[in-house]
């Protein structure tokens, strides 16, 4: 799957824009995987300055951030973890100033509100993707993962391909975007969510149950940000189902919305809070093909590092 570009000289920077690192190893870990890439690692997070549950108080998160972005040897800057605490930067992000420095912006989880707020206030493609704590920091990490993340990062297009059984035939194009769907929904009437239309919607998200996925979604149709050519589901996992629920699972979920929602909603897209992720391009130019079996969604017209690796 990989072609292994040469990854020597490229720096990649670690920012904890969120939580800390509940395993003080882990950042060690992940900074020896990527040497042994061939990066070079700039740790812009300091354990020791952890403040409750946030990798630092608000104005120290938001200086790894702004110090990362300044730093003219960074290419990459990745996420330490999600968690919670984006939300709280947003009203002091320099969406502009990050754009102008083309740096390529990597995260998923709480890191979505980043995404958004920089493709609503300035159209700036960044990266859904793996973060250090786990995906590089993991005693034996995924090949997949990796693989998708370096070859996004330095291909001018790139390509998923999944299982989509029961899934409705589609062959649609738009720009590609979302994340987590908590934090899409939490992003719902403020200047920091673009109004796309005519895209392509992807999302994911953890310990929610069914009936609160619909419920979110439904606050996006409700709120007019469903015009899409199609929504992908990625995973959606560790809830839990009761009596109660008499049959309402995630497949009837499924079933309602594609019959309420009007638009193609597929299942399968391997992206979440999950071991094997794929990197997608986050406003990027997107087509997605599904034959009712096997899908692909293949993204163009995104920044990469082709021209300094």
């Known amino acids: 799957m990989s072609h292994h570009p040469d990854l020597s000289g490229l720096t990649v920077a670690i920012v904890a824009a969120s939580g800390y690192a509940a395993d003080p190893h882990a950042v060690g870990r992940a900074t020896a995987r990527l040497e042994d890439r061939g990066c070079r690692v700039k740790n812009f997070y300091d354990a ?15 200086q790894q951030l702004n110090d990362a972005i300044v730093d003219p040897q960074v290419d990459i800057v990745i996420a330490l973890r999600g968690g919670y605490g984006l939300s709280r930067l947003l009203p002091m992000l320099e969406c502009e100033r990050l754009a102008a420095s083309g740096k390529l912006l990597v995260g998923h989880s709480d890191f979505t509100a980043l995404h958004m707020a920089m493709l609503a206030q300035g159209g700036t493609i960044s990266f859904a993707g793996p973060m250090i704590c786990d995906d590089f920091s993991r005693d034996e990490p995924s090949a997949y993962t990796l693989d998708s993340f370096w070859n996004c990062m330095t291909r001018s297009e790139h390509t998923i391909a999944f299982e989509a059984r029961d899934n409705p035939s589609v062959d649609v194009s738009g720009i590609l975007w979302g994340g987590n769907l908590t934090m899409l929904t939490h992003l719902v009437g403020t200047p920091y969510l673009p109004r796309i239309e005519g895209g392509i919607l992807f999302i994911e998200d953890v310990n929610e149950h069914p009936y609160r996925v619909e419920r979110m979604l439904l606050q996006l149709a409700h709120a007019g940000l469903l015009r899409q050519q199609a929504i992908v589901l990625g995973d959606f996992s560790a809830y839990r189902l009761n009596e109660y629920d008499n049959g309402y699972d995630f497949d009837a979920m499924v079933g309602y919305l594609r019959a309420r929602l009007g638009i193609p909603i597929l299942t399968g897209l391997p992206f979440g809070h999950i071991r094997d992720k794929a990197t997608l391009a986050v406003g990027s130019q997107a087509r997605l093909h599904c034959n009712g079996s096997n899908a692909m969604l293949t993204m163009s017209g995104y920044p990469t590092l082709a021209a300094r690796v």
């Open 48 to 62: 020791g300055a952890r403040h409750q549950r946030f990798g630092g108080t608000d104005a120290v998160r938001l």
